[in-house]
Nanobody
Framework: QVQLVESGGGLVQTGGSLKLSCAIS????????MGWFRQSPGKERERLAA????????YYTDTVKGRFTISRENHGNSIDLQMSSLRPEDTAVYYC????????????????WGQGTQVTVCS
């Protein structure tokens, strides 16, 4: 059974940095596209970043471009999200996700989700 486990969330001040990590267990997903999403109360789950199986292609939504960096490690079986210049509006539950291809890393096509990790940015 595939499991995605996030870690690294927490409380940080405005302008600070955090690094989220996502480890995959139960099966190798090195051929999968992977990404990070977030969701805050009352809002839809938002795609933040995606990365292809070999790390050669990346995507960032405009709101995080230049501040967040997605990377793939451990022979492709884990991903990180380095977040900097954090703002109060970045406060949300952050989810790791895996889809059968980079182009399918969308909320409707993700095959595996992590349980989420809370990120809170205080002003």
């Amino acid at each position: 059974q595939v499991q995605l486990v996030e870690s690294g969330g927490g409380l940080v001040q405005t302008g600070g940095s955090l690094k989220l990590s996502c480890a995959i267990s139960g099966h190798t997903l090195i051929s999968y596209g992977m990404g990070w999403f977030r969701q805050s109360p009352g809002k839809e789950r938002e795609r933040l970043a995606a990365i292809s199986w070999n790390g050669g292609r990346t995507y960032y939504t405009d709101t995080v471009k230049g501040r967040f960096t997605i990377s793939r490690e451990n022979h492709g079986n884990s991903i990180d999200l380095q977040m900097s210049s954090l703002r109060p509006e970045d406060t949300a539950v952050y989810y790791c996700a895996a889809a059968q291809s980079y182009m399918r890393v969308t909320a409707g096509e993700v095959e595996f989700w992590g349980q989420g990790t809370q990120v809170t940015v205080c002003s």
